[in-house]
């Protein structure tokens, strides 16, 4: 009797997921789609994603439980992308940064997003532009990234020659906390594929 209880509630509960992801699976093959080139803004994952987006865009159900517990709010989802995209969620550090409390890794009811160690995370890696920076160009003092940073000089250090020039260390988990408090109009920091390096590459 015991057994029949169990399996009665495990078949319950499968029900109610499924019933619960329905409307995110409709949402995404109802909208229309979007040319991916129409995006200007600056997109990052979630922490604790899964590295491959598409692996990331199947495992995740689109149930906005993320969002709903981070606390400074930096949680955006797609709406008009179309496709799988709707209901994804993604970080514009432009906007608002994520603080690397690990609440959304914690909630997440799939295999999307995985609770890792804060500095294990990886987001992307900050890159600087050293023809825009304030202090790499001489135009004043600054050090607003690295202030911002949660993990300090395991992530970004001033330069050993002049302090207030910042540099990108590989500790860098991409939070885009120190794009989010750059007071440079044109963002000369932004978070990139670590591939990609953390120094802007300039034209020969």
């Known amino acids: 009797m015991k057994r ?13 997921l499924a019933a619960a992801s ?18 200007n803004r600056q997109h990052i994952p979630l922490p604790g994603a899964l590295p491959d987006p598409e692996a990331f865009t199947r495992a995740c159900i689109g149930c906005g439980l ?56 990886d987001m992307g890696i900050a890159q600087i532009d050293r023809t825009a920076c304030y202090p790499w160009v001489d135009r004043g003092i ?21 302090q207030y020039r910042p540099v990108v260390q590989q500790g860098c988990v991409g939070c885009g906390l120190c794009v989010e408090s750059c007071p440079h109009p044109s963002l000369p920091i932004r978070i990139v594929e670590r591939s990609k390096g953390t120094i802007t590459p300039q034209p020969i």
């Open 22 to 39: 329905l409307p995110y699976g409709l949402g995404r093959l109802l909208a229309p789609k979007v040319w991916a080139g129409t995006r």
């Open 66 to 121: 993320c969002g709903e517990v981070c606390p400074p709010n930096c949680v955006i989802f797609h709406s008009r992308e179309g496709g799988n995209s709707v209901n994804i969620p993604y970080i514009n550090p432009e906007q608002k940064a994520c603080i690397l409390c690990g609440k959304c890794m914690e909630v997440c009811p799939t295999n999307a997003l995985t609770v890792t160690d804060r500095r294990k995370v």
């Open 4 to 16: 029949r209880s169990v399996l009665q509630q495990l078949v319950f509960s499968a029900g109610a």
């Open 142 to 162: 600054c050090g607003a990234c690295v202030s911002a940073c949660p993990l300090g000089g395991h992530a970004i250090n001033f330069n050993m020659w002049n």
